[in-house]
């Protein structure tokens, strides 16, 4: 019993693994909270829906495509939404975030409505491993995330271009005098951010049904996993989001099932109120 | 640095502005020129027309009281902030259109006061990031490992790479700021208080480090607090107060000064227009 609730754990922390690492790396480039993060994931999974349920593409083929596409309009959205207020503060941007959130959401309403709809592929029957249930949707929810954090982690300490990432995040000014142009580290940025938010739209999809809301109900425990992780940080995001969904599923074991929504939001108020940098953060200065 | 005379209106203080300004002369020509420069943070200037002259081989020291303009001029001839009126030339090459990265890749290297390496990155990365993004086809540019010459200049940092810079100690840090920013041989280096919070041991290794630098034929422009230290390895030395150039001549001369500190502190009264 206790071993299965883990490992379901484990697997809603994989899932929220790569929306919290695109949080956590658009925050430290952009420096505010993107909250459209939620509805990105939910138009890039319906994308992904229409190439795979409707046109007949397979899965991985027409993920892979819509990822890429879906990396190049989070520029697009980036470019159109949030760059004409840059200059105006975090918290301009964070409140236009909240609002394109709920607008991408309801562009896939008015689509697709509100039926709960599913990804085209063959079922397979679970199967059991160290009395442990599994599920062929939880094994590539896991090996995928892995992938991309495997990948992340190449990019971001590996290539140039990631290392950039992390200068421009550390100390925007800095990077300038050391030949860094920002405006292109922000365009890599959003297309890494808008690829990482489009495969986590179809694991999301996968693991459960896809509906409008599917993408902005996974707001509270992403954001809970980058701020418990130390927004800006990649590799705490990745800790965050496994604590975040471990200690979701564990606490049924001593409440009601319908409150473990609830765990996110203690994590962010007792995070905040002990170690507002987070587990792997780094004290914020105000310069 | 020898043409940069006192602004029109401004009266010699204790009658050895002549002497000073006279006395330096140099023959090479400049590699670094800003002139009627203004520039400030909302409404106001704080640079009211400044003129600059960096000879190319030399190192320029400015010197002046605290709010007097220094670093703002140092962080608008590097482009973090836009002049709004006045030149900016790197030899002969206009750069006030550039943004701060052009202006590094054209040569004009800069180490900022503080906050002058990537904390969360390793000294090693710091490093990397200085050879990919400052490199434009110029001697030493291109990516790959750093240079023995370069490793050989910053002996602090050896068996160091693998350590957050953020972990070093100042002096150390600021030895890693230096390396970044020579990692790409600049025409310029541009050093906002090198010497600042730093025990005197790293003082003068700093120093030292600026000496050997320029002596590799990099051309250094200086804003120092510690005007003694500065001063005695400086070739030329300006003298800002309220956004002006007040005092503008050879280093040796000026540190010869028996009122050196009233220049260095500022004398209000070079405020006051000259009279007829």
Known sequence: MFAQIAFNGLVTGVIITLPALAVTLLFGVLKFPNFAIGGMMTVAAYMVFALNAQLGWPLVVAAAIVAVVFGGLSIVIDQLTFK???????????????????????????FYGNAARSFAYELARPFRFLDIRMNREQMIAMIVAVVAMAAMYVLLTRMPIGRAMRAVADNPALALVRGIESPHIIRWTNFIAGVLLAIAGVLVGMDRALEPPVGNNYLVPVFAAAILGGLGSPLGAFAGAL??????????????????????????ALILVFRPQGLFGQPYIRK | MSTAGPPQGARPPQGERREATQGAHHTSAPILVASGLHAGYGAGDILKGVDIELPRGTIVTIIGPNGSGKSTLIKTLSGLLPARQGDILLNGKRLNDMGPPKRVRAGLSYVPQEYNVFRNLTVLENLKIAREFMADGRPGSGKGVISDELLALFPQLAGKFKVLAGNLSGGQRQMLAFACALAVTPEVLMLDEPSAGLSPKYMSDIFETVKRVNDSGVSVLMVEQNAIDALSISTSCMVLANGRVRLNGRADEILGMRDLQSLYLGDSRDDEPARA
């Open chain 1, 84 to 110: 004409p207020l840059r200059d105006r503060g975090g918290i301009t941007l964070m409140v236009a975030s909240l609002g394109l959130g709920l607008i991408l959401e309801n562009i896939a309403r008015v």
């Open chain 1, 243 to 268: 604590i975040i969904g471990l200690l979701s599923e564990l606490s049924t074991l001593v409440i009601a099932p319908n409150y473990r929504i609830g765990v996110p939001l203690v994590v962010i």
